[in-house]
Every structure is written in C-alpha cells, then in structure tokens.
C-alpha cells in the first residue's frame, strides 16, 4: 500500500493504490465493445456485492457522489410524491435541499447529530402523515460519522408500504449491506468511497419490481436513471460520455476489493485504521465529537483541541507538509477536525498520522 504521494485522510477522493491508478493510463472508445465489457463486468460484480442479482439491477451515472444521489430522487420520486428525510447532519439536508429545488415534496424529520435516527419516531411521523410516499435516509452519515440503523428503517417501509432511498454512498464496500435482509427501492454509492477508486462516477441499485414505475418521473435528461437503465440495456453502452477511465479505473478497484476479502475483510482492516486512530489520539487528549460506542470505521470527527494556540489552518497545514491531507468539521456548533479511516490505507500509516499530530501539536504549543 505504498503511495508516495499525499496520504488523503478524507471520505472521497481517497488514497487509491498504483494497481488503480495505473488502470487509467489507457483510452477507450465509449462505444467501443472492449469498453461496454467493463461497464458489464461492473455492474455484474456490484451486484454481487448485494446479493442482489435476482431482484436488483445497478445503473451507473456520470459525476460526483451527490450526481446520483439527485438522480436517484429524480427518477425514483413521482411528480407528486413526498420524501420524509430522516436527518442527522450535511448530507441529510443536502438530500432535502435537491429534492426541493427540483420541486418535489420533501419534510425534515430532524435527530440530534449525535445520535442515530430513532425508528420509533420514524414511525411515528409515517403514522401521522399518509402522503408521505418514500423514505429518504443516509446510512453512514459522513458529516459526523454515525451510522444509521439501515435494517430497522428499511423494516419500517415496507410495513407502511412507503419506498426506500438509501445513501450508502461512504458505507457500501465497508458495511454490510444485503439484499437478502435489506429492502429497498434504490441505494447509492459512488467509486471514490469505499471501492477506493477515484470519483467520477456514482451507481444506483434499483428494485426491479420499481423499474417500470420510474418511466416519467424525471425532470432532468442527463439525470434519468430510467433512461440510462433502457439505453444501457439494449445497447450496453452509456447514453452519454462515460467518465472511461473513472470506470476503467473502479474495475481495477472492484479485482481488489475482491481480492483483499470483500466487504468483511475491507471492514477489519477500517476498523484497525480507526482504532489505531482514536487511540494514538485520545493519548494526546483529543476527544472524538461521537460517544466512542457511536464511532464508525468509515470517518471519525475529532473535537478542536481547547488551546488558544490551536486553529485548524494552521494545524492542517504542518500535518500536510508530513504529507497527510486532513479533512475540516462539518458542524456548526462545535469546532471540529475529521480524519477519514478508508481508502488504501492500513494500521502502519495511522500509526504514522498518530506520530505526526504528536509533533505538529508539540510545534503548535498544545500538548
Ligand atoms: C461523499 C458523499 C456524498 C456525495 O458527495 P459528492 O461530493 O457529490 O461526492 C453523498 N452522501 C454521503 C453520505 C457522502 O459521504
């Protein structure tokens, strides 16, 4: 896991190894039939993934994590449905705001950031609100780490016979997630999460039995999961410009995935990177924003160090120039640093994370 360049101890983009990297030194013509087996073998081995094959399909689309997530919602929602959005931090809200600006009907159901979603009030507000037609949920909640009860939510749905929207996007490849004990109408993940490719593209898992129902719900062209999902069908092609080396690049990402273990392999090796992490600093007196049994192994949110000598600029700047790239809080309340545990990443480079904060905070005046 050598890498000689910046470590990114961040939620996407991430450390990706040479073996992927070097997947992308290639061109490929997007029509081009060496290219569409790729695209095929992907989608194969995701679904896979879920074990999902008989009442799932996948459906790849162009962009950034956030792209698929507005896809998803676009093509999944009628016109005229409404997505009650259990939220506990950025990602919830930025779920809402793009169901909103698209004119969809949408209503918060807001949690303490701290704390899970509680499927008890979950079913208390499906209770009280019949319109309500879906279920908008994240699952690792990447603005603070904490992970939300999937399994329960997704037990919820079907007794009140609402849909499912799940943004798995910094949990697929680490949590697990099957479809065997997980119903769902679309879950969303992207290749510069967990897969540990570089991003560039996002992928929708679709209930089939949904699949018919999404023919005009999109008010976006480019956006149209539906759309995408017939073209790729019939011609195995893209409807527009694949990003052909972000793909080239996940497939190579997804041969390791599976050659390192899975998801349960990939998962031990994360919590291994965040143990060694809060550890090594909680020695230094850095406390984590989460109860230590509500941490996960995907990012960690530290709390600001209580020094006047400490600001995150400088602080982010000396741990860069020992060649890690940390990531800033996403909290309003509370000052805050994150320190993401995935990507290409093992327990001897924590180890080494753990060391430079040592010296940095000691050149800062803090310990
Ligand atoms: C990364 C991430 C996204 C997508 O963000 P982009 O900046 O569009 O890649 C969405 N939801 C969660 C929970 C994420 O971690």
């Given at each position: 896991m050598q890498n000689p360049d910046y470590i990114l101890l961040t939620p996407g983009p991430l450390t990706t190894t040479n073996r992927t990297k070097e997947a992308m030194l290639k061109d490929w013509g997007s029509w081009d039939r060496d290219f569409n087996n790729i695209t095929a073998h992907i989608r194969s081995l995701l679904l896979s993934i879920i074990e999902g094959k008989e009442d799932y399909v996948v459906v790849p689309m162009q962009g950034s994590g956030t792209f698929s997530v507005e896809a998803t919602i676009q093509s999944v929602m009628p016109k005229d449905g409404h997505i009650l959005v259990l939220d506990n931090g950025a990602y919830c809200k930025r779920m809402a705001t793009l169901t909103q600006k698209m004119g969809k009907k949408v209503t918060l159901l807001s949690f303490n950031e701290r704390e899970a979603v509680n499927p008890s009030k979950v079913n208390q507000a499906l209770l009280d609100d019949p319109s309500i037609t879906h279920v908008g949920m994240i699952h690792c909640e990447t603005g603070t780490g904490i992970i939300n009860p999937l399994e329960e939510i997704s037990t919820l749905c079907q007794k009140h016979d609402v849909g499912l929207i799940v943004d798995a996007m910094s949990s697929f490849g680490a949590l697990p997630i099957s479809a065997k004990n997980i119903q769902f109408d679309a879950l969303i993940s992207a290749s510069g999460k967990c897969l540990e490719s570089v991003p560039g593209a996002g992928f929708v898992f679709l209930r089939r039995a949904i699949l018919t129902s999404m023919e005009n719900n999109s008010t976006s062209l480019s956006l149209d999961l539906y759309d995408q999902y017939q073209y790729m069908e019939k011609?195995?092609?893209?409807?527009?410009?694949?990003?052909t080396h972000v793909i080239a690049a996940l497939y190579e990402a997804l041969l390791q995935f599976i050659d390192e273990g899975g998801q349960k392999k990939r998962l031990a090796r994360y919590e291994e990177n965040c143990k060694t992490l809060v550890n090594g600093l909680s020695v230094l007196g850095l406390k984590t924003f989460l109860e230590p049994t509500a941490i996960s192994p995907i990012i960690v949110t530290f709390l600001a160090?209580?020094?006047?000598?400490?600001?995150f600029k400088e602080f982010y700047e000396k741990v860069k120039q020992q060649g890690y790239i940390l990531y800033p809080g996403k909290l309003t309340e509370v000052e805050t640093f994150r320190v993401g545990c995935i990507g290409a990443i093992d327990k001897q480079n924590m180890q080494d994370v753990v060391s430079c904060m040592t010296s940095v905070l000691a050149q800062m005046n803090i310990l």
């Open positions: 011609t195995g092609q893209w409807r527009f410009t694949p990003p160090p209580e020094s006047e000598h400490y600001q």
